[in-house]
């Protein structure tokens, strides 16, 4: 449109000139007709026949030869004023040496002041619990933390890999009573506590499905769970999401934004990639649940109760993809030296970014690695650092973590002006290899 306009302003004076032009040249063919009409009457009265025929003919000829170069030249004229409009509206446009080029976005500015925290070693102050042992002896995949500082923690329960055990503890306390169990629902790379009037919510991916391994992710929803220790729920509970055509679901949720963050992943050009989707999670829980057909999902087997089946189910769930998202991207695996280099580790949201975790935890010889990168809205990359704490061995062991160095990276919270990082460590007591839960605390103050 804004070419457009310096078109027609530029175009203007030439067309007048066109015209003007094109007029004269009318002006003048009448002219010559007009004084033709009038030298071949006067001719009448003077001359022969004979004459009179040959001044036509030649008068004739002369007007013919006026008419094409008059149109000639109108033609070339046009095509003057066509070539001179368009390139003084480039000129004026890119005047003083301008280029016309598309315009870059550039990420949204993220400059929290405990970003920068996580260059920083280990010491006392950045540990907020370290050591718990839980329920199984095996690694945490996600936590939370309540408002009153408690933490809630997610892991498979061992063997037992069709179970997802919520466990909830005071920092520092290391097996912890209260458990819920969670059959069939998936890996549980991310959950989220919700503290409600009426009690507290466990969100999860749901509905998953048995790989060849025996193990289960691929959930095909997400669900809000009330947390009845003590209790047990198979393939989902409560308030159940779907959202069309997606698989490898995992909720996050910011209550006191109303936030309900959705991240799911996807082949794109043979690349694993990750999808990002923020809704209003007030508009989520409006939605009325439809039905809705899942996949077909295969799972049980572990028990005699419970034989292994594979099954297309119809279930009741809030459709999500009736909402308009707050906004959406994608991230790819694999960038060597960016985002989703190592492995993904979960993530938390607020209205203008997504707290993307990653990490690898490795044994003696190389440090354990994780980074958290920002990633604003539109999906550019705002920030990203390594977490230099869990690079440093001796000073893991110095804290009584771990003693061989492996701090793999498991949850990630953002709350307050606070960033809480989820570690899971393995640690030798007698013969016993420990799998420890630890939570790093980054502040603002």
């Not at 067309?15 to 040249?25: E, N, P, W």
């Not at 520092?172 to 919700?194: I, Q």
């Not at 009037?197 to 289960?216: C, E, M, Q, V």
């Not at 996807?266 to 989707?277: D, E, Y």
Request: proline content about 3%; some cysteine.
């Amino acid at each position: 449109m804004f070419h457009l306009c310096f078109f027609f302003f530029n175009i203007y004076p030439y067309s007048v000139f066109f015209f003007s032009f094109s007029c004269c040249y009318f002006r003048f063919f009448l002219f010559a007709v007009l004084f033709f009409i009038f030298i071949f009457v006067a001719e009448s009265y003077l001359n022969e026949y004979d004459d009179r025929l040959n001044f036509v003919y030649k008068y004739l000829i002369l007007i013919i030869i006026i008419y094409k170069t008059m149109k000639t030249l109108c033609s070339m004229a046009l095509k003057t004023v066509l070539l001179c409009a368009c390139f003084s509206s480039v000129l004026f446009a890119c005047e003083d040496g301008e280029t016309v080029e598309p315009t870059e976005k550039k990420p949204l500015v993220f400059n929290e002041p405990y970003f920068e925290k996580l260059s920083k070693p280990l010491s006392e102050d950045l540990i907020y619990s370290k050591g718990v042992s839980l329920k199984r002896n095996a690694v945490i995949q996600s936590m939370d933390i309540a408002k009153n500082g408690d933490i809630y923690y997610v892991q498979i329960a061992g063997s037992s890999q069709h179970q997802l055990n919520v466990l909830h503890g005071a920092p520092n306390a290391t097996n912890p009573s209260e458990c819920m169990v969670f059959e069939f629902f998936g890996h549980g790379t991310n959950m989220a506590v919700e503290e409600a009037a009426d009690g507290t919510y466990i969100w999860l991916g749901s509905h998953g499905n048995k790989g060849s391994d025996k193990s289960y992710g691929g959930s095909q929803t997400i669900c809000r769970v009330k947390y009845e220790p003590g209790t047990s729920v198979q393939l989902a509970g409560g308030d159940v999401f779907h959202l069309k055509g997606t698989r490898n679901i995992h909720p996050a949720i910011n209550a006191e934004k109303d936030l309900l963050g959705v991240q799911y992943s996807k082949k794109v050009s043979g690349v694993n990639t990750r999808v990002f989707v923020a809704y209003r999670l007030s508009e989520a829980m409006k939605l009325a649940p439809v039905d809705v057909v899942l996949e077909p999902l295969k799972y049980g087997g572990e028990d005699e109760a419970t034989p292994e089946k594979t099954v297309t189910l119809t279930i009741k769930a809030r459709e999500l993809s009736q909402l308009q998202p707050l906004y959406q991207f994608a991230v790819s695996d694999g960038h060597g030296g960016s985002v989703g280099e190592l492995a993904f580790q979960g993530y938390d949201i607020d209205e203008q970014f997504v707290y993307y975790y990653e990490g690898m935890g490795y044994l003696e010889a190389d440090p354990s690695k994780a980074y958290v990168s920002v990633l604003d809205k539109n999906g550019l990359l705002s920030a990203r650092k390594e977490v230099a704490a869990v690079a440093d061995a001796e000073k893991l062991n110095e804290f009584g973590m771990t003693d061989r160095g492996y701090m793999e990276a498991e949850g990630i919270k953002v709350k307050n002006g606070t960033l809480y990082l989820g570690f899971a460590s393995r640690k030798m007591e007698g013969k016993d290899d420990k799998r420890l839960a630890n939570i790093l605390i980054y502040r603002n103050k």
